[in-house]
């Protein structure tokens, strides 16, 4: 069998070479390739190999190669279910294949002078070795097995001699039939197609009767009856029959009493039927364990389809309908469903997981069953999610913006100390580090937890009905130390009222978290045993809010909170795929959405209308009767600035605490990051802004003060009146006005950010004293309490600590001697020696504070002599 090329009988050409000699057209014939060849002979049935195989040498060597009884075994297993595998378990080899460099002899021959054709040049895509024939005895076993039972079954008007041997044994006869339609595969008679249906049709009826016998015995829950043809039909075919079977036939599917419209009955949140629901199912998941585990082979994974179609058919179908019903009544209730849907899937996924079970699921299948349920609707939670945090800020910050014109109107005058007020932020900080790290069904309203740190004095503990008034109508009294820091105070669920803890419920952190400040600050006057305690909290908390809110941004942060937290149980879970990238990105949004409306709706329109307040005040003598240095919008000015400088440090808390679980602090890429760093941006410009106008208004004030209560004869008295040694009142009150206002700023920022501001307040009050004394007309008598004024504004300078700004102070201290002086020409060496003025004085200067001398006219000319006098060189 080979191919001959034959001679060509076309004419000669010229160019042509002559026609090739018989002996050297031999020797261009060619044979087929070994591996051709036996690719042709896998596909001959056994009987016509053994004929090949005694047609030449050559033929009977490729015959013998296990590469064509090694693809006769892999037919069967094929169609093996595990018999047929265990039984050539460690005898099955592939041999065929050999190392190219090798050289092969057969009886001291090489291999290709027995197959001509077969190159054994090392360099060849490949060699073919001496076949050890261990396939073909491997296959000879099997053929001797296997071919009466599988001849016998020509006949097909009489019984089996498979069913006559094994039909008392099922699982041994589904192992048998399962081998034998393996062995028809692989054409070992010349009939083997009709033999094969038959067969099939025998499969068909054992598979059909031993499906029979399960179902009989499943509804009488006999597992014993259950496990023979459970592992007979699996042996025969894997048993999908019967696993479907199993799984359908549960009650669970076709009998289920619980229904979803059954829950938000008694209350909104009401999901008690729910909760019921999902413990049945959890106990029929266990009770089925059991149950597989007595029927079903160990490698059979029959528990996890039955999971996966509970949950598919059943549990998504109730869940489905719940959430819907949910999402019709409001977006908070849809919200704490779905967080309640996967808290209660978490719980069945550990159940499933649990060691103690005799048949288990793997946490990372378990995951996948809990992604396939929640599959449908995340896009649509996510969004919702998204949404209703957004919406839930605007409402919160447009009930505290129609709140806050209210709040305008009440007492102003009452305002912490600078002490208090220290401690006010150490103490609010404190709790709130403490509530933020508290789960949020455990955190009652926003004013009881952070208010706590707020105790009341001991001196104003009077009576019950006093401290109440007090709390409520009186300004802050007692010192620092008697309000010492406590923890926060927490509501547990039995304390919520009859909703039992619910977040739905009016008491509840989520219901809170939604209410209007005005609703929170009327919840501190409830009968509760703290409410004297809280009112009193919330007074002094109020003192610092008249723009800015801490209770609206805690609100705001308990609102973020209540949201990240439904959105970390997902992440926690481990989605898998797609999924996992939205809900990281949703948990991100949702804290840039507080950052955006704390930073664009809260902070900057608040510093916007303080702005406004400051540019529109001008002072008064209304402003004097009082207290002469207080400047309210000021004051409200600097008070934000604290409001402004804790919640920033909430906020970073916040971060630190909760988001940074998910989020790298170094990854200036991500969002997050950036907007943080927007948001702390805009806070800064805000104050920056708001500092420049504060000083021109506080210079303003001062300046005013100074004009309207420097009277002339502070420093210019009568001859027969004896002078005060005391700094004036003009002096006193502008020193009180800068001291207390500038000292409200005492820890609201960073030392070298006060250090500026400071240091241009020290330098704008020099400009305006300057300017101040330079109208002033002093006497000799008034020259004494002139240098008491300029002894008081130094000490003021110098407490600033602006080593910058204490030589303009120093310079006005040494001027002040040319009032007391006699001698005009003393007068002069004083105006001339300039080193005295720390080169921060022209002489032309040092002149027009000397002209304020009342007996100006008398020493002018001595002491501006050397001034008028000229030379023409």
């Not at 609010?428 to 926003?446: M, Q, R």
């Not at 797609?578 to 948990?587: A, H, L, N, V």
Request: proline letters at 5%; aromatic letters at 8%; one cysteine or more.
């Amino acid at each position: 069998m080979s191919f001959i090329d034959a001679p060509d009988e076309s004419p000669q050409s010229p160019n042509m070479p002559a026609p090739l000699k018989p002996v050297a057209a031999a020797k261009q014939q060619r044979s087929l390739p070994p591996d051709i060849l036996i690719r042709i002979f896998q596909y001959l049935p056994v009987p016509s190999l053994a004929n090949v195989a005694l047609a030449s040498r050559r033929f009977k060597v490729l015959a013998y190669d296990d590469e064509i009884w090694d693809d006769k075994l892999r037919r069967m297993l094929d169609q093996d279910t595990g018999a047929l595998a265990a039984t050539l378990e460690g005898k099955t080899g592939n041999s065929a294949l050999m190392d190219i460099g090798q050289s092969i002899r057969i009886n001291n021959k090489p291999l290709n002078a027995l197959i001509p054709g077969l190159s054994t040049d090392p360099y060849s895509a490949r060699a073919r070795a001496k076949s050890t024939g261990e396939s073909r005895e491997n296959f000879k076993e099997l053929y001797i097995r296997l071919l009466p039972y599988y001849t016998d079954l020509r006949q097909k008007h009489r019984e089996s001699k498979v069913l006559k041997d094994y039909g008392t044994r099922p699982e041994e006869c589904a192992k048998l039939l399962n081998t034998l339609k393996g062995f028809g595969a692989c054409g070992v008679v010349d009939d083997y197609k009709q033999i094969n249906e038959a067969v099939e049709t025998l499969c068909q009826y054992f598979e059909s009767a031993s499906l029979h016998e399960f179902e009989i015995a499943y509804d009488v829950h006999n597992t014993a009856e259950m496990k023979i043809y459970a592992h007979a039909l699996i042996a025969l075919n894997g048993g999908s029959i019967c696993i479907q079977t199993f799984v359908q036939k549960h009650p669970i599917f076709f009998d289920n009493p619980f229904n979803p419209d059954d829950n938000y009955k008694s209350s909104p949140s009401d999901l008690e039927p729910f909760k019921k629901f999902m413990s049945l199912v959890i106990e029929e998941f266990k009770q089925q364990s059991h149950v597989v585990a007595e029927t079903f082979p160990e490698d059979v994974d029959v528990y996890y389809m039955f999971v996966d179609r509970v949950l598919e058919d059943v549990v998504s179908d109730y869940v489905n309908s719940l959430l819907g019903i949910a999402q019709s009544h409001e977006t908070r209730l849809y919200l704490h469903t779905i967080s309640i849907v996967l808290d209660s899937m978490a719980e069945v996924v550990d159940e499933l997981t649990k060691e103690d079970l005799p048949r288990k699921i793997d946490r990372e299948r378990g995951i996948n069953l809990i992604f396939k349920l929640f599959l449908p609707f995340l896009d649509d939670y996510l969004y919702e999610e998204q949404s209703y945090v957004k919406s839930a800020c605007d409402e919160l910050i447009e009930e505290w913006n129609n709140d806050s014109g209210v709040r305008r109107g009440e007492d102003q005058s009452a305002r912490l100390s600078n002490h208090s007020r220290e401690t006010f932020k150490r103490n609010y900080l404190n709790a709130f580090k403490k509530v933020i790290a508290l789960p949020v069904d455990l955190v009652s309203t926003a004013a009881t937890t952070i208010a706590s740190p707020f105790q009341r004095s001991s001196t104003v503990k009077t009576s019950e009905a006093d401290s109440r008034k007090e709390s409520t109508d009186s300004p802050v009294s007692g010192s620092p130390k008697s309000t010492p820091p406590t923890t926060p105070k927490v509501l547990t669920a039995g304390a919520l009222g009859d909703e039992k803890g619910s977040p739905l419920s009016p008491k509840s952190p989520t219901s809170a978290s939604i209410q209007s400040p005005q609703s929170s600050r009327h919840s501190l006057k409830s009968s509760d045993t703290r409410s004297m305690d809280l009112g009193f909290a919330m007074h002094e908390l109020d003192m610092m809010q008249d723009l800015l809110s801490l209770e609206t941004v805690l609100q705001l942060i308990h609102i973020n909170k209540d949201a990240e937290r439904r959105v970390e149980r997902f992440i926690k879970i481990g989605f898998p795929g797609r999924m996992r990238g939205e809900i990281q990105k949703t948990f991100e949004h949702i804290f840039v959405s507080l950052l955006k409306v704390l930073g664009n709706q809260h902070i900057e329109p608040a510093f916007d209308r303080a702005l406004e307040h400051l540019t529109s005040y001008t002072p008064d003598l209304e402003s004097l009767e009082g207290n002469a240095g207080d400047v309210p919008p000021l004051t409200e000015f600097f008070e934000m600035v604290h409001v402004g400088d804790v919640i920033q440090q909430m906020v970073q808390l916040y971060y630190d605490e909760e988001i940074s679980k998910y989020v790298d602090k170094h990854d200036f890429i991500n969002e997050v990051n950036k907007e943080k760093k927007v948001f702390e941006r805009i806070l800064d410009d805000c104050v920056a802004n708001g500092m420049d106008r504060g000083i021109q208004v506080l210079l303003a004030q001062v300046q005013y003060i100074l004009t309207h209560e420097q009277k002339p004869e502070d420093y210019n008295p009568p001859e027969n009146v004896v002078c005060d040694l005391k700094p004036t009142k003009a002096c006193r009150n502008s020193i009180e006005c800068i001291r207390s206002n500038t000292s409200m700023l005492n820890g609201a920022a960073e030392k070298s950010t006060m250090d500026l501001f400071f240091g241009e307040i020290g330098r704008r009050f020099a400009e305006v004293l300057y300017k101040h004394l330079k109208t002033q007309v002093v006497n000799e008598q008034g020259g004494f309490r002139y240098i008491s004024d300029m002894n008081a504004y130094y000490d003021f300078a110098a407490s600033l600590r602006q080593k910058s700004v204490t030589p303009y102070f120093a310079a006005l201290k040494a001027l002040a001697n040319i009032y007391i002086i006699s001698s005009a020409q003393d007068i002069k060496n004083v105006i001339h020696d300039l080193e005295r003025y720390h080169g921060l004085m022209k002489t032309e200067d040092l002149f027009e504070f000397a002209a304020c001398r009342s007996d100006w006219p008398v020493v002018k000319k001595v002491v501006t002599k050397d001034m008028t006098d000229c030379s023409i060189m």
